[in-house]
Protein backbone atom coordinates (compact mmCIF):
# COMPACT_ATOMS: atom_id res chain seq x y z
CA UNK A 1 0.00 0.00 0.00
CA UNK A 2 1.34 3.79 -0.79
CA UNK A 3 2.01 5.64 2.19
CA UNK A 4 2.00 9.29 2.68
CA UNK A 5 3.02 11.10 5.61
CA UNK A 6 2.22 14.59 6.93
CA UNK A 7 4.88 15.83 9.96
CA UNK A 8 1.99 16.88 12.00
CA UNK A 9 -1.77 16.58 11.93
CA UNK A 10 -2.66 19.86 14.05
CA UNK A 11 -0.64 22.66 13.64
CA UNK A 12 -0.92 25.91 15.30
CA UNK A 13 1.24 29.26 14.89
CA UNK A 14 1.55 33.01 15.17
CA UNK A 15 0.95 35.54 11.85
CA UNK A 16 4.00 36.28 10.53
CA UNK A 17 6.06 33.06 11.38
CA UNK A 18 7.68 30.95 9.51
CA UNK A 19 6.27 27.75 8.74
CA UNK A 20 7.39 24.07 7.31
CA UNK A 21 4.71 21.16 6.29
CA UNK A 22 6.68 17.95 5.28
CA UNK A 23 5.06 15.11 3.33
CA UNK A 24 7.19 12.13 2.99
CA UNK A 25 5.90 9.25 0.26
CA UNK A 26 7.31 5.38 0.46
CA UNK A 27 6.48 4.67 -3.03
CA UNK A 28 8.87 5.87 -5.02
CA UNK A 29 6.25 8.03 -6.72
CA UNK A 30 7.74 10.75 -9.23
CA UNK A 31 5.05 13.17 -9.04
CA UNK A 32 4.21 15.22 -5.67
CA UNK A 33 1.79 17.82 -4.84
CA UNK A 34 0.31 19.97 -2.24
CA UNK A 35 -3.41 21.25 -1.70
CA UNK A 36 -5.64 23.37 0.65
CA UNK A 37 -8.94 22.75 1.25
CA UNK A 38 -11.22 24.88 2.01
CA UNK A 39 -15.20 24.61 2.73
CA UNK A 40 -17.02 25.42 -0.52
CA UNK A 41 -13.96 25.66 -2.85
CA UNK A 42 -12.56 21.72 -2.72
CA UNK A 43 -8.70 21.20 -2.90
CA UNK A 44 -6.95 23.53 -4.64
CA UNK A 45 -3.25 23.23 -6.04
CA UNK A 46 -0.60 25.55 -4.48
CA UNK A 47 2.59 23.58 -5.80
CA UNK A 48 3.76 20.67 -7.29
CA UNK A 49 6.59 18.94 -8.36
CA UNK A 50 7.25 15.92 -10.89
CA UNK A 51 10.94 15.45 -10.32
CA UNK A 52 13.75 16.56 -7.36
CA UNK A 53 14.74 19.93 -7.67
CA UNK A 54 11.69 20.38 -10.38
CA UNK A 55 8.61 22.71 -8.67
CA UNK A 56 5.61 24.34 -10.78
CA UNK A 57 3.01 26.78 -9.31
CA UNK A 58 -0.57 25.48 -9.01
CA UNK A 59 -3.84 27.71 -9.20
CA UNK A 60 -2.95 29.24 -5.50
CA UNK A 61 0.47 30.00 -4.87
CA UNK A 62 0.59 33.48 -3.75
CA UNK A 63 2.72 33.17 -0.53
CA UNK A 64 3.87 29.80 -0.52
CA UNK A 65 7.17 28.10 -1.64
CA UNK A 66 8.51 24.57 -1.79
CA UNK A 67 11.52 22.47 -1.71
CA UNK A 68 12.03 18.86 -3.18
CA UNK A 69 15.34 17.72 -2.76
CA UNK A 70 14.93 13.92 -2.17
CA UNK A 71 12.42 11.92 -4.13
CA UNK A 72 10.55 10.94 -1.18
CA UNK A 73 9.95 14.45 0.60
CA UNK A 74 7.68 17.74 -0.56
CA UNK A 75 7.89 20.60 1.92
CA UNK A 76 5.48 23.46 1.80
CA UNK A 77 6.49 26.62 3.04
CA UNK A 78 4.90 29.87 4.38
CA UNK A 79 7.25 32.46 4.70
CA UNK A 80 5.55 34.72 6.67
CA UNK A 81 2.29 33.13 7.54
CA UNK A 82 -1.37 35.33 7.80
CA UNK A 83 -4.57 34.23 8.56
CA UNK A 84 -6.10 33.58 5.56
CA UNK A 85 -3.79 30.57 5.26
CA UNK A 86 -5.66 28.98 8.11
CA UNK A 87 -7.22 26.24 6.29
CA UNK A 88 -6.74 21.83 5.74
CA UNK A 89 -3.24 21.18 4.08
CA UNK A 90 -2.99 17.78 1.80
CA UNK A 91 -0.09 16.32 0.15
CA UNK A 92 -0.89 13.92 -2.73
CA UNK A 93 1.71 11.86 -4.47
CA UNK A 94 1.42 9.71 -7.93
CA UNK A 95 3.34 7.65 -10.57
CA UNK A 96 3.74 9.17 -14.23
CA UNK A 97 1.58 6.63 -15.98
CA UNK A 98 -1.63 7.11 -18.03
CA UNK A 99 -3.50 6.40 -14.71
CA UNK A 100 -4.06 9.35 -12.34
CA UNK A 101 -4.70 8.56 -9.11
CA UNK A 102 -3.22 10.83 -6.76
CA UNK A 103 -2.51 9.03 -2.67
CA UNK A 104 -3.03 11.77 -0.24
CA UNK A 105 -1.53 12.27 3.01
CA UNK A 106 -3.51 12.34 6.56
CA UNK A 107 -3.89 16.28 5.68
CA UNK A 108 -2.57 18.93 8.11
CA UNK A 109 -4.82 21.28 10.03
CA UNK A 110 -3.00 24.64 9.99
CA UNK A 111 -4.34 27.79 12.66
CA UNK A 112 -3.21 30.79 11.80
CA UNK A 113 -3.49 33.29 14.53
CA UNK B 1 -12.54 30.28 -12.56
CA UNK B 2 -13.77 26.46 -11.67
CA UNK B 3 -13.21 24.11 -14.41
CA UNK B 4 -14.96 21.25 -12.47
CA UNK B 5 -18.17 21.44 -10.34
CA UNK B 6 -20.55 20.01 -8.03
CA UNK B 7 -23.50 21.88 -7.95
CA UNK B 8 -25.14 19.79 -5.19
CA UNK B 9 -23.42 20.53 -1.88
CA UNK B 10 -25.14 17.40 0.14
CA UNK B 11 -27.32 14.75 -0.89
CA UNK B 12 -29.27 12.70 1.70
CA UNK B 13 -29.96 8.80 0.96
CA UNK B 14 -31.60 6.01 2.74
CA UNK B 15 -29.74 3.13 3.55
CA UNK B 16 -29.59 0.73 0.50
CA UNK B 17 -31.33 2.92 -2.16
CA UNK B 18 -29.22 4.64 -4.46
CA UNK B 19 -27.11 7.59 -4.09
CA UNK B 20 -26.48 9.75 -7.27
CA UNK B 21 -23.54 12.27 -7.03
CA UNK B 22 -23.42 14.39 -10.29
CA UNK B 23 -20.25 16.52 -11.93
CA UNK B 24 -19.82 19.35 -14.61
CA UNK B 25 -16.77 20.43 -16.54
CA UNK B 26 -15.79 22.86 -19.02
CA UNK B 27 -12.78 21.87 -20.09
CA UNK B 28 -12.44 19.88 -22.94
CA UNK B 29 -8.70 19.20 -22.92
CA UNK B 30 -9.44 16.84 -19.79
CA UNK B 31 -8.41 12.96 -20.48
CA UNK B 32 -9.36 11.23 -16.99
CA UNK B 33 -11.83 11.44 -14.30
CA UNK B 34 -11.13 10.42 -10.81
CA UNK B 35 -13.98 10.02 -7.69
CA UNK B 36 -12.69 10.58 -4.57
CA UNK B 37 -14.03 10.16 -1.09
CA UNK B 38 -12.99 12.17 2.13
CA UNK B 39 -14.12 11.27 5.70
CA UNK B 40 -13.57 13.83 8.51
CA UNK B 41 -9.95 14.77 9.54
CA UNK B 42 -8.70 12.19 6.81
CA UNK B 43 -7.07 12.36 3.15
CA UNK B 44 -9.22 12.04 0.15
CA UNK B 45 -9.00 7.89 -0.67
CA UNK B 46 -9.09 7.09 -4.50
CA UNK B 47 -12.44 5.31 -5.15
CA UNK B 48 -13.10 4.93 -8.89
CA UNK B 49 -11.59 6.40 -12.42
CA UNK B 50 -12.83 6.94 -16.03
CA UNK B 51 -10.63 7.51 -19.23
CA UNK B 52 -12.34 9.59 -21.50
CA UNK B 53 -12.34 7.83 -23.91
CA UNK B 54 -15.13 5.73 -22.45
CA UNK B 55 -18.45 6.25 -20.97
CA UNK B 56 -18.91 3.62 -18.01
CA UNK B 57 -16.67 2.06 -15.42
CA UNK B 58 -17.47 -0.35 -12.60
CA UNK B 59 -16.32 -1.42 -9.37
CA UNK B 60 -18.49 -3.29 -7.15
CA UNK B 61 -21.07 -0.64 -5.66
CA UNK B 62 -19.46 2.23 -7.96
CA UNK B 63 -20.23 2.70 -11.05
CA UNK B 64 -19.26 5.80 -12.92
CA UNK B 65 -21.09 7.41 -15.81
CA UNK B 66 -19.43 9.96 -18.61
CA UNK B 67 -21.55 12.16 -21.03
CA UNK B 68 -18.44 13.98 -23.20
CA UNK B 69 -21.51 15.73 -25.21
CA UNK B 70 -23.05 17.01 -22.16
CA UNK B 71 -19.36 17.40 -19.91
CA UNK B 72 -21.01 16.17 -17.13
CA UNK B 73 -20.09 13.06 -14.95
CA UNK B 74 -21.92 10.73 -12.20
CA UNK B 75 -21.49 8.31 -9.74
CA UNK B 76 -23.87 5.69 -8.52
CA UNK B 77 -23.28 3.90 -5.30
CA UNK B 78 -26.00 1.04 -5.12
CA UNK B 79 -26.78 0.01 -2.66
CA UNK B 80 -25.93 2.89 -0.26
CA UNK B 81 -24.85 1.80 3.04
CA UNK B 82 -23.84 4.07 6.46
CA UNK B 83 -20.32 3.91 5.76
CA UNK B 84 -20.83 5.97 2.57
CA UNK B 85 -21.28 9.23 4.75
CA UNK B 86 -18.58 11.38 3.73
CA UNK B 87 -17.38 13.62 1.11
CA UNK B 88 -17.12 13.10 -2.64
CA UNK B 89 -14.93 14.83 -4.64
CA UNK B 90 -15.24 14.64 -8.48
CA UNK B 91 -11.26 15.68 -10.32
CA UNK B 92 -10.87 16.00 -13.42
CA UNK B 93 -6.95 15.43 -15.31
CA UNK B 94 -5.47 17.93 -18.26
CA UNK B 95 -3.46 16.06 -20.95
CA UNK B 96 0.13 16.55 -20.65
CA UNK B 97 0.38 18.68 -17.37
CA UNK B 98 2.11 15.97 -15.45
CA UNK B 99 -0.92 14.62 -13.37
CA UNK B 100 -2.23 17.57 -12.04
CA UNK B 101 -6.26 17.43 -11.10
CA UNK B 102 -8.87 20.09 -11.09
CA UNK B 103 -11.28 19.48 -8.09
CA UNK B 104 -14.34 19.76 -7.34
CA UNK B 105 -16.30 21.96 -4.69
CA UNK B 106 -17.62 18.03 -2.70
CA UNK B 107 -20.46 17.08 -2.16
CA UNK B 108 -21.68 16.23 1.18
CA UNK B 109 -23.38 12.71 1.11
CA UNK B 110 -25.53 11.41 4.30
CA UNK B 111 -26.34 7.77 4.61
CA UNK B 112 -29.74 7.34 6.94
CA UNK B 113 -30.59 4.14 7.88
Known amino acids: DVKVTQSSRYLVKRTGEKVFLECVQD?????MFWYRQDPGLGLRLIYFSYDVKMKEKGDIPEGYSVSREKKERFSLILESASTNQTSMYLCASSLETDRAEQYFGPGTRLTVT | DQQVKQNSPSLSVQEGRISILNCDYTNSMFDYFLWYKKYPAEGPTFLISISSIKDKNEDGRFTVFLNKSAKHLSLHIVPSQPGDSAVYFC????????????FGAGTQVVVTP
Open chain 2, 91 to 102: AARLTDSWGKLQ
Open chain 1, 27 to 31: MDHEN
